[in-house]
């Protein structure tokens, strides 16, 4: 229990820009991890998204308003769908969607395209 803690504390203090840290997940039977940086183009700017993918085990990393939030594959019926704190992004093919769930379910998502 204590290495969970000690686990999920360091990854809320890494999503924090005035700290920096390392997390290592270990991942049973994983050879490698892809590693893959996309930039988006959205209507009020860019939003930059890492991801980290080993196995069964997906992360991305996406900059939302200057900070980085960590979020975990989750089911999804096409395309890739991460969720971290309130947000989803959601990703078909070059096109994402960011939704905020602190806006309610009614609210649009912010509507981005990969940039080449």
């Known amino acids: 229990m204590r290495r ?3 686990a999920l504390t360091s990854l809320f203090l890494a ?6 840290a390392t997390v290592e997940i ?3 039977d994983v050879e490698s ?3 893959s940086a996309v930039t988006y183009a959205c209507p009020d700017g860019e ?8 196995g069964d085990a ?3 990393v996406v900059m ?4 980085p939030v960590v979020m975990s594959n989750v089911l999804a019926a096409a395309g890739a769908k991460y969720a971290g704190g309130p947000y989803i ?9 960011l939704y905020d769930l602190m806006k309610g379910e009614d609210a649009k998502p912010v509507s981005c395209t990969a940039k080449d």
């Open 89 to 97: 992004w959601w990703t078909k093919g070059d096109a994402a969607d």
């Open 15 to 20: 999503a924090s820009p005035a700290f920096a």
């Open 47 to 54: 939003i930059e998204a890492t991801y980290y993918n080993a």
């Open 4 to 6: 969970s803690v000690l």
């Open 58 to 60: 997906s992360l991305a």
């Open 64 to 67: 939302i308003d200057g900070s």
């Open 26 to 28: 270990e991942l049973p």
């Open 33 to 35: 991890v892809d590693t």
